[in-house]
Nanobody, 124 residues
């Protein structure tokens, strides 16, 4: 099983990015998919998650306006679109597939499959 995250880069504040998470060795269609991020010196934090059939999405408070999670099960791919990027969005962004249901979806221990992360750096 492999999740390949891509789409990050070095951008100026105000730009937009679309991060992708392509899965291989597993069909994502039955999994809840989430994006987390780890900012410098901080713990990994939940950004947004989306149910298997895209009917439900969940987000952290900071991600309510400028972030949008989506998925294409036919392409076995998840996406995170970030608009109006700010320097505080600088982080490594990870995608994950949820395999446990013992806690909240925002708990990263719920996830067994992770992408390697894609770096987003926002300059002011």
């Amino acid at each position: 099983v492999q999740l390949q995250a891509s789409g990050g880069g070095v951008v100026e504040a105000g730009a937009s990015l679309r991060l992708s998470c392509v899965a291989s060795g597993i069909a994502i269609e039955t999994y809840f998919l989430s994006w987390f991020r780890q900012r410098p010196g901080k713990e990994r934090e939940f950004v947004q998650g989306i149910s298997a059939n895209s009917a439900l999405t969940y987000e952290s408070d900071f991600a309510k306006v400028r972030f949008n999670v989506s998925r294409d099960n036919f392409k076995n791919t998840g996406y995170l679109h970030i608009s109006n990027l700010k320097p505080e969005d600088t982080a490594v962004y990870y995608c994950g597939l949820r395999t446990r249901y013992r806690s909240r979806f925002s708990d990263d221990h719920e996830y067994s499959y992770w992408g390697q992360g894609t770096q987003v750096t926002v300059s002011s």
